[in-house]
């Protein structure tokens, strides 16, 4: 491609690399001015905001705390101790600048005239290790000419934030995705903060900054969408643990030839490994990989970039080279044989079961995940994308031998996997193309219809007697663990509305 514009046609037919490289050699001169180093403004006036938090690799142990700063600053750390009057452990933090060209953007909001070139974002990330399981601690952030010192100073970011329970005690954990900017968004926020769980899981589709969602170059992207995305979840992610998954909305191609190069800057991902092909996020000497694991008490999680694999939006498609699905198959196989570990929850952005009428339900997931998680008993999979709420019966091998109406008791090990799409977190709603079914609501009738991305731009109708409970409204998912003496316990799955009604519940047995 030579021209100075790609077209949205053009843009189709090359993979997120291939437009990446693209955008690299068009102004092989301009790729990123660097941030100016003198002149700084004054640390006091720069304040710390945007708070959110991420497990490290030992969630009863480590924690990342993230930030954001709207001006560069030196020497920035985090003051962490166990009381808001003690912070005295201080802990040098790592600048990650993001830059875009103002000309690639496509502003949601006119920028000034005294806007510059560059559009630069300024995210900082302390590690802090050495915790005590399940215990509440204190951090502040500072920078030169800003040091909260024993107490958290005017400007300076303060917040609280509990470590993952050790052993077999019981904890609640949240779930939703397709978030995006709005009030609705901010109500979930609220609700998550609320309910004060463990972690939140985020299914992807973050912050819509990248407006299209297809991968392409020439669709709408405003960063700057990012900066209202971390302001409006602060009052949660600045207190819980916030473990995302990539959605198509996160492959911004500006940044990198996988697209998440900007990703790794705003976000810690807990225990990823290296993008190239054999470490524990799939290779050696890459990128951090998009997808990762992590363990909170009797639960083992993992995240996967479904783009990956994805038969609707093939912008990625086969990006890793099969890397991800080798370490998922060796990841669960691992985590089922551990002991301690009883349930496997599994989240990821598009859908493997879904009739909504936007995306339907996605057979390249099916293909390349549904028989992994078959072959090592996942307990649950948690999806985005489609802005609805809708859950499953369980399902082995595609079949549903067990009817699961609300509030239903299932045994994973013999009935199958459940799978909920939980996309209400926020953004505009969805549809279905037959009566919502749900708590309070059930108004029977025959088997759901829908359809399945087969690959190639087609896709295939599908009756779909294994879709269980419909919501068309926003919804959080809280999951209560209970364990057992020793060994098993119970998940229980709430569906709850904005304020807090129950629309669905089921329990996992081990």
Do not use: K
Not at 19 to 42: E, I, V, Y
Not at 111 to 131: C, D, K, M, R, W
Not at 208 to 218: D, N, P, Q, S
Not at 368 to 394: C, K, M
């Amino acid at each position: 491609m030579t021209s100075a514009r790609l077209t949205a046609d053009q843009a189709a037919r090359l993979s997120l690399a291939e437009q990446h490289d693209w955008h690299r050699r068009r102004m092989p001169g301009r790729r990123g001015a660097p941030a100016r180093r003198l002149d700084l403004p004054p640390g006091a006036a720069v304040p710390a905001c945007g708070r959110h938090l991420a497990f490290g690799p030992d969630p009863a142990r480590q924690v990342t705390v993230s930030w954001q700063v709207p001006a560069l600053v030196a020497d920035p750390f985090l003051r962490v101790g166990e009381a808001p009057g003690d912070l005295g452990q201080r802990i040098a933090a790592e600048i990650r600048t993001v830059t875009t060209r103002r000309e690639d953007i496509a502003p949601r909001h006119p920028a000034p005239p005294s806007a510059g070139p560059f559009v630069e974002q300024y995210y900082l990330h302390a590690e802090v290790s050495g915790l005590a399981p399940g215990r509440r601690y204190y951090y502040a952030a500072g920078h030169r000419g800003l040091d909260p010192g024993g107490r958290p100073a005017s400007g300076a970011a303060a917040g609280t934030f509990r470590t993952a329970p050790g052993g077999r005690a019981p904890f609640t954990f949240t779930a939703s995705g397709d978030q995006g900017v709005s009030y609705d968004a901010a109500a979930t926020a609220a609700q998550v903060r609320a309910l004060q769980p463990a972690f939140h899981l985020h299914a992807g589709d973050i912050s819509y900054a990248e407006a299209g969602g297809r991968g392409l170059i020439t669709d709408g992207y405003d960063p700057r969408m990012w900066d209202s995305f971390f302001t409006l979840a602060e009052q949660a992610a600045g207190e819980v643990p916030w473990q995302v998954a990539m959605g198509n909305h996160e492959m911004e191609a500006w940044h990198s030839a996988d697209g998440y190069g900007a990703q790794r800057a705003r976000f810690a991902l807990p225990g990823a490994g290296d993008a190239g092909g054999g470490g524990p996020g799939g290779g050696t000497g890459g990128p951090p990989a998009a997808y990762y694991s992590f363990t909170c008490g009797n639960v083992a999680v993992v995240s996967l970039d479904a783009n990956d694999v994805s038969a609707e939006i093939t912008a990625n498609l086969g990006y890793t080279g099969g890397a991800q699905t080798r370490w998922l198959a060796a990841t669960l196989a691992g985590l089922r044989a551990r002991p301690g570990i009883d349930f496997l929850v599994v989240f990821f952005h598009h859908c493997a079961y879904c009739t909504c009428s936007a995306h339907g339900s996605d057979g390249g997931i099916r293909a390349a995940w549904v028989p992994l998680f078959d072959a090592h008993q996942v307990d649950l999979v948690v999806n985005g994308h489609n802005h609805v709420y809708e859950r499953t019966d369980p399902l082995a091998g595609g079949r549903c031998g067990t009817a699961a109406p609300p509030g239903a008791s299932i045994r994973p090990a013999a009935a199958g996997t459940t799978y909920i799409t939980a996309g209400g977190g926020g953004m505009d709603l969805y549809d279905f193309p037959v009566p919502d079914s749900y708590l309070g609501c059930e108004p029977g009738g025959g088997p759901a219809s829908g359809y399945l991305h087969a690959g190639g731009g087609e896709t295939e109708p599908e009756s779909a007697g294994w879709s269980r409970v419909r919501y068309t409204g926003y919804c959080l998912l809280a999951v209560d663990s209970r364990p057992a003496p020793g060994t098993g316990g119970t998940l229980t799955v709430r569906a709850l509305a904005p304020g807090g009604t129950e629309i669905d519940r089921v329990t996992l047995l081990r």
